[in-house]
């Protein structure tokens, strides 16, 4: 793999297609031994995660549902600051098992404000997959229960992560080049 320029920055090569395709697999089988007669409600945060969530979902096989949501941040009015809402998350959550779908883990502070959203609707419990985590930047106790890779405290692009609006569309994840 060559280096690529997205906008007005170079990336080198990190995980290839081929990496990423044996570590979808290997947590899709994880996920599937462990959700056996759950029927688990999948999470998909958008718009990052459309690819892991896709190919994790295909490479599932037991039964399990599917549902997309973005974030939308806005200043709360409570001490703690921001208050992130979910469009569209439209199935009751009480009693289901849900996985939430996350391309990346970055400082945890999305799916700290979010996760204790969901908690509310009392859902049979909450697990989180995420292709990517950065154990260096994490700044919120947020911990992935199914890790793809932990990766270095730099900015990524592909496979649904874009800098900028670009770069969603390739196939391999590529790092910045400082
Ligand atoms: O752990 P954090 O520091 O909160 O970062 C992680 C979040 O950042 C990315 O989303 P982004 O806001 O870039 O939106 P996008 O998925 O639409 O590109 C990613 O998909 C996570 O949701
Ligand atoms: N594209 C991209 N989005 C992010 N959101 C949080 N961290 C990252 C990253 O490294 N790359």
């Known amino acids: 793999m060559e280096r690529i320029t997205v906008h007005d920055k170079n990336f080198v090569p990190y995980l ?7 570590k979808v697999k ?16 999948f999470l998909a945060v958008l718009n990052g995660s459309f690819l892991f969530a896709a190919d994790v979902f295909r490479n599932l096989t037991i039964e399990a ?5 973005k974030l939308a941040s806005y200043k709360g009015t409570t001490s703690s600051g921001n208050v992130i809402t979910a469009i569209g998350l439209e199935e009751p959550l009480f009693e289901r098992h849900i996985i939430l779908l996350e391309d990346i883990i ?10 204790p959203q969901l908690a ?3 859902p049979a419990s909450i697990r989180i997959a995420a292709l990517l985590t950065k154990p260096d930047a994490l700044k919120y106790p947020v911990h992935a229960d199914y890790e793809g890779f932990a990766i270095p405290n730099k ?7 874009d800098y900028d609006g670009l770069g969603r569309n ?3 994840i590529y790092q910045v080049e400082l």
Do not use: M, N, W
Request: proline content about 4%.
């Open 26 to 41: 290997e947590l899709a089988a994880r996920i599937s031994a462990d959700y056996v007669d759950k029927r688990p409600l």
């Open 120 to 122: 509310h609707q009392q």
């Open 155 to 161: 900015f990524v692009v592909g496979y649904g992560l």
């Open 170 to 172: 390739i196939p391999a």
């Open 106 to 115: 970055d400082t945890g502070k999305t799916l700290h404000e979010f996760i």
């Open 16 to 22: 290839t297609a081929a990496d990423i395709e044996v």
């Open 65 to 69: 549902e599917i549902s997309f949501i």
